[in-house]
Structures are given as C-alpha cells and as structure tokens.
C-alpha cells in the first residue's frame, strides 16, 4: 500500500513537472502589451483570452 501511494506521488510531481513543457508556450514565448487597445486587437486576432494587471501607487 505504501509503495503504491509513493508510486501515485511521483507519478504527480513528474506530471505536474513535465506539464509546462507539454503545454507549448514558454514564458519566453509570451508578448506582453501595455496598451489595452493593441492587446485586445491581439488577444482577438489570436482567439485567445487577456489577462490585465492594475496597479496603482496611492
């Protein structure tokens, strides 16, 4: 039973691991756009969702 749940967890972290490789895009790959316009073109053009950060400094 032991050996079957240690079994289960590496399979997990290999998984979870392995994951960003599989997913085909890097960090590297991504163009991030400060203007909301020009991204939203993009975002359009591409299918794809946005993500947007707001910040401020009060």
């Known amino acids: 039973m032991r050996n ?3 079994a289960g967890l590496v399979a997990l972290l290999v ?4 994951a960003p490789l599989l997913a085909g ?4 790959g991504v163009k991030w756009e400060t203007d ?3 991204g939203l073109e993009a975002a359009a053009k591409s299918n794809k969702l946005m ?3 707001f910040t401020a400094e009060w």
Request: net charge negative.
């Open 36 to 38: 909301y316009k020009k």
């Open 4 to 6: 079957a749940v240690m």
């Open 15 to 18: 998984a979870l691991c392995s």
């Open 51 to 53: 993500f947007i950060e």
């Open 25 to 28: 895009e890097s960090a590297e």
